[in-house]
């Protein structure tokens, strides 16, 4: 399936009139198959360009046949101005004021989206140094409980501890009574 362009490019008429007066102005006859295929626009689009530049212009072409391309029939100093009316004069005012308001406004708008887009960023930095603030006092509480616990877990230890030694030394002792009281009977030649 061929390829095909999603936008063409075309070159505005006044654009090609233009070129096509600065090429009769430098006598290389051009003519319309040629600037056709420059332009990439049909041969008949090159023609009501000509057209126009003839009739409404006023400018002296002529096909020459022999060199197979247009040119003047007499000097033409410059391209012509094309007549505005008073109203497009008006049009274009208007246009230009239309503008200019346009352009101010995207001034302000863009002015208040500055000031907007810094109060986004410095609530959102204020957000993330609050959020920052808050996990470290929650793991500060956090450490402080375990602190807590592991400082109560140890107290009981050494509690149980002291308890366990306490009962190993009592047990230790009354094992030493009775050891001495089995072994001084026998050893007395007494027996049991």
């Known amino acids: 399936m061929p390829k095909v362009q999603s936008q063409i490019y075309v070159r505005p008429p006044w654009e090609r009139m233009m070129r096509f007066h600065n090429l009769v102005q430098n006598q290389e006859y051009p003519n319309c198959t040629t600037l056709a295929r420059e332009f990439e626009v049909s041969v008949r689009t090159i023609k009501r360009d000509l057209d126009f530049m003839k009739y409404r212009m006023d400018l002296p072409l002529k096909f020459d046949g022999q060199r197979n391309g247009y040119h003047y029939t007499r000097p ?51 957000r993330v140094k609050q959020g920052n603030a808050e996990r470290d006092a929650a793991l ?24 366990a030694r306490l009962a190993i030394q009592a047990s230790a002792g009354d094992l030493a009574d009775r050891v001495v009281r089995a072994v001084l009977p026998l050893a007395a030649g007494g027996s049991r």
């Not at 352009?103 to 959102?124: M, N």
């Not at 509480?141 to 877990?153: F, I, N």
């Open 140 to 163: 500060e509480a956090a450490r402080k409980a375990a602190a807590l616990k592991v400082t109560q877990a140890r107290a009981e230890l050494e509690a149980e501890a002291a308890q």
């Open 76 to 126: 033409v100093e410059q391209f012509p101005q094309l007549p505005i009316s008073e109203a497009e004069v008006f049009a274009l005012l208007v246009a230009h004021k239309a503008i200019a308001q346009a352009e101010a406004r995207a001034a302000e708008y863009a002015a208040k989206l500055r000031l907007a887009r810094a109060e986004v960023y410095k609530v959102r930095e204020q």
